[in-house]
């Protein structure tokens, strides 16, 4: 998740970008492949949901801080919220206008292509990651609405913090233009045959999964205090807490489940609510992943929340209580559970309905 600092009051303010500006660098990102494979999903290529409709059709102004990269020590991961890497993206994240809403632009969809413009350049950016705002910047002041991945504030010639235009991406926009054309990513590949997801275009068959995987990724790095000691944000009492971290991610994006300090309980609670799936199933990110011989008593040993999905099949997951803080564990094939870590194999997964 962006870190969305504040940066130095020294830094100057950025110019605005006016009508008719130089698309520096976009003819050739149209020229790099398309991503994804066709038929998963309409997530795997630029559609209606994917264009900043919700933005003004004539674009906005807004404050905008430059995070990660080789200047920002203190962004650790190039982790999105939506991708594992944000490395050779034209990334942006949208921060939040209050508490953790991740809404100051109106709450795009993830993955929306959107046109950034400054000083007379302008790139095709798409939503990777969500952020936790701050207060104003620029002259005159102006409320701060994103965060730029280091490789999209420098492809802008954008430092620090200042003023950008934001616009709607022009109709039938791939989501490859928003690749950084021949940049190697986190993985060593052209980022112009890396899919825009771990492993490929996963759509989710959840319509809130990507609320559960935004606020699970917001979470990573949160640790008992003091360590060991079981005491959490996440329950009531200090008592293991993988479920109840578990419990409150989905609760706080809108299922209605309860905080529950067992781990097998999300699976009993989806059998009534919701959707369970043998081990040998394909989960779908936002879905929970539970660890052990079954479900009842003394059985279930863990549970996590899957945060992405490959295409061959490998999950990612959000763990809580996982060496005593909050971590994200893979990507691993699932069969493979106990030796990424985990101390039983999968039993099941759990998914909630709309």
């Known amino acids: 998740m962006a870190a969305s600092k504040s940066h130095s009051a020294g830094v100057g303010v950025l110019a605005i970008a006016g009508i008719g500006v130089a698309m520096v660098a976009l003819p050739l990102m149209m020229l790099t492949v398309a991503v994804g494979s066709a038929g998963q999903g309409s997530s795997c290529g630029a559609d209606a949901s994917l264009t900043g409709a919700a933005l003004p059709p004539g674009g906005k102004v807004v404050g905008a801080t430059q995070y990660g990269g080789p200047g920002d020590p203190s962004t650790a991961t190039d ?14 994240a949208e921060l939040s206008s209050a ?51 280091w490789q999209t504030a420098a492809a802008l010639g954008v430092s620090g913090s200042g003023l950008v235009s934001l616009a709607p991406a022009p109709p039938g926009t791939p989501e490859s233009a928003a690749l950084v054309p021949g940049a190697p990513t986190s993985g060593g590949a052209s980022a112009s045959l890396v899919s825009d997801s771990v492993g490929g275009c996963v759509p989710a068959s959840f ?39 578990a419990t409150w991610v989905w609760g706080h994006s ?8 067992y781990s097998g309980f999300p699976y009993t609670w989806a059998q009534a609510h919701g959707k369970v799936f043998p081990a040998t199933a394909t989960p779908s990110p936002g879905d929970l992943v539970f ?17 992405a999905v490959g295409v061959g099949g490998e999950i990612t997951e959000v763990d809580g209580n996982y060496a005593h803080q909050v971590s994200r564990v893979g990507p691993y094939m699932p069969a493979t559970a106990t030796s990424h870590g985990q101390r039983a194999p999968i039993y099941g997964y759990a998914q909630p309905t709309p």
């Open 291 to 307: 660890f052990g011989s079954g479900p009842g008593p003394g059985q279930s040993d863990h549970v996590g929340v899957i945060t």
């Open 254 to 261: 809108g299922v209605g489940i309860p905080s529950n300090a």
């Open 99 to 149: 508490g953790l809403n991740y809404s100051a632009l109106g709450g795009l969809a993830p993955h929306t292509l959107l046109q950034i413009s400054y000083g007379g350049k302008s790139v095709i950016a798409e939503k990777l990651d969500v952020g936790r705002g701050g207060g104003p910047v620029g002259s005159p002041p102006t409320a701060r609405a994103i965060d730029l991945w």
């Open 79 to 92: 982790h999105g919220a939506y991708v594992d890497h944000l490395t050779g993206h034209y990334a942006f």
């Open 207 to 245: 319509a809130g999964a990507d609320a559960i995987v935004a606020l699970a990724n917001s979470q990573v790095g949160t640790h008992d205090a003091p360590p060991g000691s079981n005491c959490t944000p996440y329950g009531p009492v200090c008592e293991e807490w993988c479920a109840l971290f």
